[in-house]
């Protein structure tokens, strides 16, 4: 449709940011609402809080320091005054003149004089005066504006949008389809869509400002629950296709659960068994299984997973197990095959990855096609070498390979074949209203509960000066027989040539040598005072040196260790040598391990009691936990180390504390969530995580299990017989259609199993 105010170029800068449609515009919401009707006044004012001010221009200058040039804007009220002061922001003189009202956002910082307010690079926008037409004046003052994201440049920044959003509303009046039925809303309390949409834009007069903030209004819940709504309802409809799809019926005979019993080396958890039971229970089923099997580092996954190999095995069909590394799929094969040695029967196994040499790696693709080989254990090689098997019946993966899995395991059996069963784990433990929506097509199995025997792991934080002290202390725990990992954030030199490694993002760190975007800083709680320290040490050139793990192994081999057996493990060893070395750990025959994150998944050593973590500052609270998860599996006391540099952020203070304060995976992983924000915590993309354009799953999870509720409910309508009660047929038609546009848009191409 033809928009007022989007020509072609204007179109094409739209479509850059990913707004193709009318619609798209008018779900683009303010990010912000600036109560334009009641302003305060600078002597309501108090430090640290932030604010929004309107005020006349007093004075503006460029000031051009040694380091940078600086814009400061003066603006005044009465006898007070409000200094505002942007870097690098010689793009602003000239901008304002003495007698001009501006509105600025942004943080109030202390000052020395309480008359002399300061605000470090603010938003701005200058008001209309009597010379700008009725319209800009109507939209811009006097109410509460919408402020939004520019969707480029300062043209179509917020003033532009105001004007055409408002006219887009105002052409569509009474026009905008509703896409879910009146019902619904009318049980929930919603209001319509066009009203909703309306009133996010512009609040009607008297609109509380709290709520309007935390998105919290009616309007804003309204749309928030339509787009959650539809991704449940979506979800929800993947899984019921999947139990109409054709799968193998696993038989749980007696003879079965012999050869369980036979290889358990110890007594399941009540957890244990009630996931088993879960997973038998869908293997049982005619229908594919999806499912995900969800527990701390620690909790006993693998041998889960190894039971229901088991299960598949005993049915005459072959399992896959596939290994986010080369390192953990060594691991798991050597403890498959130790444990499978108990059994009477004799199991065929085989190992493959992608640094096999060709020869092995041709003779156990041709095992694994002719069905001698049974239990298949790999890395991402399993797909990549295009292996097909004979009789595929369960694949077991990790998270991190889901998507590549569930969209390629049809290549992996034979055309015709039913398809196998798929269990999905993970050891990032999921705050479950994420687990709810970036799972919603499996179904969830919790480990709750760790295996009996284990002491809490004590984790201290130790300044990097008094490292003699934690040498010392390896030393005298490898004097008791025990054995200690050290990691370090590199395997050597830059940081650059490690792609493998994940970086938390560490604010001080990654600050560009120019100031942040204002709103940036503002959410990360950062004060002026750390921006200048950031900007000064950004423009004083020192590079932090990190040590690496190269450099410590031989360090520490000929200095604090010397005498120890000492080994390094790193991603650029040859797969070979990471096997012996592991083995070699294994075995007890090195004593500390220097090495990087490769460690940081599933290697298991209970022996292993100490975990020293050097720059543990610059880890994600997900990797820390990680890493901590490889001590503490066994009876014997554990330690984790989280030695730290001179300058931690304060996020990274945080992550520090909580990492003492706590050993819960779930509260850390909320923690985590709420400080990165979903998109980081998962790394979107590659997570499937869909961008939203409304819902904020940290903020929104009431609404998520509303929506989830909802999505069943109204699927299960035609079943029960209930159609009427969840909307007319044309109603009920309405939402299919939209959710058909909807998942096409956002979530069609996320996966396709
Ligand atoms: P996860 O994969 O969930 O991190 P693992 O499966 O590696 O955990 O198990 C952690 C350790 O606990 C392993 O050494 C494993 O042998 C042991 N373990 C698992 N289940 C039990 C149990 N029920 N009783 C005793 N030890 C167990
Ligand atoms: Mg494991």
């Known amino acids: 449709m033809y928009v007022r105010g989007v020509g072609p170029r204007v179109a094409e800068m739209l479509a850059a940011k990913g707004i193709l449609t009318a619609e798209d515009l008018l779900y683009h919401l303010p990010f912000r609402y600036e109560d334009r009707q009641n302003p305060r006044s600078l002597d309501e004012l108090k430090p640290g809080e932030m604010a929004s001010v309107i005020a006349e221009v007093r004075g503006a200058a460029l000031l051009r320091t040694k380091r940078m040039p600086l814009f400061e804007l003066t603006l005044g009220q009465g006898r007070l005054a409000l200094k505002c002061i942007w870097f690098n922001a010689t793009y602003l003189d000239g901008k304002f003149h003495a007698g001009q009202t501006v509105a600025v956002y942004g943080r109030v910082e202390p000052s020395r004089s309480t008359s002399n307010l300061k605000m470090i690079q603010p938003q701005w926008e200058l008001l209309p005066d009597a010379s700008d037409d009725a319209e800009t004046r109507l939209l811009e003052v006097g109410r509460i504006t919408p402020v939004y994201e520019s969707l480029g440049g300062s043209r179509l920044a917020s003033r532009w949008q105001r004007k055409v959003i408002f006219n887009l509303l105002e052409c569509l009046r009474g026009a905008v389809p509703e896409c879910l039925p009146r019902s619904m809303l009318e049980r929930l309390g919603l209001p319509a869509r066009e009203q909703s949409l309306r009133e996010v834009h512009f609040p009607p007069e008297g609109t509380s400002a709290p709520e309007l903030q935390a998105r919290g209004t009616a309007a804003h819940r309204r749309l928030i629950f339509e787009e959650l709504f539809f991704l449940e309802l979506g979800l929800e409809l993947k899984r019921r296709r999947m139990r109409e799809r054709v799968g193998i019926a696993f038989a749980a005979t007696d003879k079965v659960r012999e050869a369980i019993r036979e290889v358990l080396p110890f007594h399941p958890t009540a957890a244990q068994k009630r ?165 919603g097509d499996l179904d969830v199995s919790v480990l709750d509960e760790l295996p009996p025997g284990r002491t809490p792991i004590v984790t201290r934080r130790v300044p990097d000066e008094r490292a003699e002290e934690v040498w010392n202390f390896v030393r005298q725990r490898v004097g008791l027989g025990r054995q200690a990992y050290i990691v370090y954030p590199v395997i050597e030199g830059s940081k650059d040539d490690q792609p493998e490694l994940d970086f938390s993002h560490d604010e001080l760190d990654a600050e560009p040598p120019t100031a942040p975007a204002p709103r940036k800083a503002a959410r990360k709680g950062k004060t002026a005072d750390m921006l200048f320290k950031a900007l000064e040490e950004a423009g004083s050139g020192t590079k932090r040196g990190l040590k690496s793990a190269v450099e410590m192994y031989e360090k520490l081999r000929g200095g604090a260790l010397a005498g120890l057996r000492v ?58 936990h990680q890493l901590r998860g490889r001590v503490g599996r066994g009876a014997a006391k554990s330690y984790c ?27 850390l992983a909320e923690l985590d969530l709420s400080i990165r924000g979903p998109g980081e915590f998962f790394g979107t993309r590659q997570a499937g995580l869909p961008d939203f354009r409304v819902a904020n799953l940290v903020r929104d999870r009431k609404l998520l299990e509303l929506a989830k509720q909802e999505a069943v409910r109204f699927a299960n309508a035609r079943v029960e017989k209930r159609i009427e009660a969840e909307g007319s047929e044309a109603e009920r038609a309405r939402v299919w259609t939209r959710l058909k546009e909807a998942w096409q848009r956002r979530y069609g191409l996320v996966e396709a199993g």
């Open 275 to 439: 996931a088993l039971g879960e997973i038998v229970g869908d293997m049982r089923q005619p229908s594919p299984m999806r499912r995900l099997l969800q527990g701390d580092v620690g909790s006993g996954k693998t041998i889960v997973a190894l039971q229901a190999m088991l299960v598949a095995m005993e049915n005459g069909y072959q399992a896959a197990l596939m290994a986010p590394t080369e390192i953990l799929a060594t691991q798991h094969y050597l403890a498959a095959r130790k444990l499978l040695e108990r059994s009477s029967r004799h199991y065929r196994l085989v190992l493959l990855t992608g640094s096999l040499d060709e020869d092995r790696k041709r003779v156990n693709r041709r095992l694994i096609n002719s069905g001698e080989a049974q239990l298949i254990i790999g890395t991402h090689a399993l797909i990549e070498e295009k292996v097909e098997f004979d009789r595929l019946g369960l694949i077991v993966v990790d998270e991190q390979h889901r998507f590549g899995v569930m969209q390629r395991f049809r290549l992996m059996k034979k055309p015709n074949q039913a398809e196998p069963d798929v269990l999905v784990m993970t050891a990032t433990p999921i705050p479950r209203t994420l687990a709810l929506s970036l799972y």
């Open 567 to 624: 080994g390094l493990l790193h991603g650029r060893l040859s797969a070979d040598d990471k096997e012996v070395i592991m083995r070699r750990f294994h075995r007890g025959e090195i004593d500390v391990l220097v090495a990087t994150t490769v460690i940081e998944v599933g290697v298991d050593v209970p022996n292993a009691t100490v975990m020293v973590v050097e720059h543990a500052e610059r880890f994600g609270l997900a990797q820390l």
């Open 641 to 667: 180390l989280l030695v730290t540099g001179p300058r931690i952020s304060p996020v990274g203070e945080e992550r520090l504390n909580a990492m003492v304060r706590t050993q819960d995976g779930f509260e």
